[in-house]
């Protein structure tokens, strides 16, 4: 009796041990399905993380390549702004010359007129 009580706990145990090895091996599978959900998981991330950030480096780009292409045109207009405002200074420097010979013209007039009325 001994002996079949033994028996039939070394059965218990083996049987125990089988199903303790099997969900073992259940629980290895699940991990590495876990492992594997979360590496893609993470990929997926990573992809998408690079994505954004070379988005935001093009943005950046267009942006500083637009700052710069509005410089340059404020540096044009500047020097354009620059010379005409010097052929302005031309202008009414000529304007102030012009208008100083007509004066002078208009007194030499009045100053022949006058000798010829003299006359």
């Known amino acids: ?11 218990e145990n083996a049987e125990a041990k089988a ?6 091996l259940k629980m290895a599978h699940m991990e590495d ?10 990929a997926l991330h990573v992809a998408e993380m690079e994505a954004l950030t070379r988005g935001l480096m093009d943005e950046s780009d267009h942006l500083r ?3 710069d292409d509005l410089s340059a045109e404020v540096e044009t207009l500047t020097m354009r702004i620059e010379e005409l405002q010097e052929k302005l200074e031309g202008v009414s420097e000529t304007a102030t010359y012009v208008t100083n010979m007509a004066s002078s013209l208009e007194d030499i007039k009045e100053a022949n ?7």
């Not at 199903?19 to 073992?24: D, F, G, K, P, R």
């Not at 399905?33 to 993470?42: K, L, S, V």
């Not at 007129?113 to 006359?119: Q, T």
Request: no cysteine; proline share 0%.
């Open 1 to 11: 009796m001994a002996e079949a009580r033994l028996r039939d706990l070394e059965a």
């Open 19 to 24: 199903q303790m090895h099997a969900l073992l």
């Open 33 to 42: 399905g876990f492992t594997t959900r979360i590496a893609n998981i993470n």
């Open 65 to 67: 390549q637009e700052r």
């Open 113 to 119: 007129e006058s000798e010829l009325e003299g006359f």
